[in-house]
């Protein structure tokens, strides 16, 4: 009877979390609010972010290793999100202690300089801001057969407004230099009438926007190009990174 009334709780969990995956969080909406322990004390969200930009990811579990070296390689790059006006916050569904003896492990292997853990980690274990962010996995479960949290990363402007979102399997490390890049074009697009292309990188050339008229196009980027496509439509204006 323990083993079945067990299942059952677990299957109602599994339901209940997969029901709640499908209220996604869309792109331009305001990123939730909240108050949350961290391995650096309690944190209220939207006051701890400020007029900065956000980065908010996280990761299925504490002592495993890929997010092991994910969370040393944000770190190393603090400097650079730092540069970017953005602070840096993690989350997993492990208890502050938990994060804390972790902490250590990511210290050493990452040989991160001077020993310090550079950002906060937030502990989530009943999974709260998890479900209401959309970051359970129902496939990844934990010892409790519970679905643990997966690989999602948002973005997150001075505003509140969420920017970006993408969501990675366990499996899969994230490529945080990716990361950086997004940030970049993010920051300029968003005062520039501008989008940046494929593969772009800070100080390339970026692409007007369709919605420049010609008489616009030419006093904001002046020498810009226009390039000739088979179909003779002049929708392909490049320009150099405006300032």
């Not at 997993?92 to 020993?115: F, M, Q, R």
């Not at 479900?131 to 129902?138: C, F, H």
């Not at 973005?155 to 920017?163: G, S, T």
């Not at 399997?169 to 945080?176: C, D, E, K, V």
Request: hydrophobic share 40%; aromatic share 10%.
């Amino acid at each position: 009877l323990v083993a079945f009334v067990h299942h059952v709780t677990v299957v109602l969990h599994i339901s209940y979390f997969s029901l709640l995956l499908k209220m996604p969080l869309n792109l331009g909406d305001t990123f939730p609010d909240f108050t949350v322990d961290t391995t650096v004390g309690t944190i209220n969200y939207h006051e701890w972010l400020g007029d900065s930009w956000g980065v908010f990811f996280s990761h299925p579990a504490d002592f495993t290793p890929v997010c092991t070296t994910e969370l040393g390689a944000v770190a190393k790059l603090i400097p650079e999100f730092t540069k970017r006006n953005t602070k840096v916050i993690a989350i997993s569904c492990d208890p502050v202690e938990s994060h804390k003896g972790w902490i250590k492990d990511i210290v050493a292997y990452n040989t991160l300089p001077g020993g310090d853990f550079p950002y906060p980690i937030i502990s989530d274990p009943k999974r709260d801001l998890a479900i209401k962010l959309g970051m359970v996995d129902p496939v990844d479960k934990d010892k409790a057969g519970l679905p643990v949290t997966c690989r999602a990363v948002f973005i997150i402007a001075p505003d509140k407004k969420l920017k970006l979102s993408i969501l990675y399997p366990a499996t899969t490390g994230r490529n945080f230099d990716e990361i950086l890049r997004v940030i970049d074009s993010l920051q300029l697009t968003a005062y520039k009438k501008v989008a940046t292309p494929a593969n772009w990188q800070s100080g390339g050339d970026c692409m007007i926007l369709p919605t420049v008229s010609k008489d616009d196009a030419e006093k904001l980027f002046p020498g810009y190009k226009s390039m000739e496509v088979p179909s003779g439509k002049p929708y392909i204006r490049v320009t150099s990174q405006p300032n």
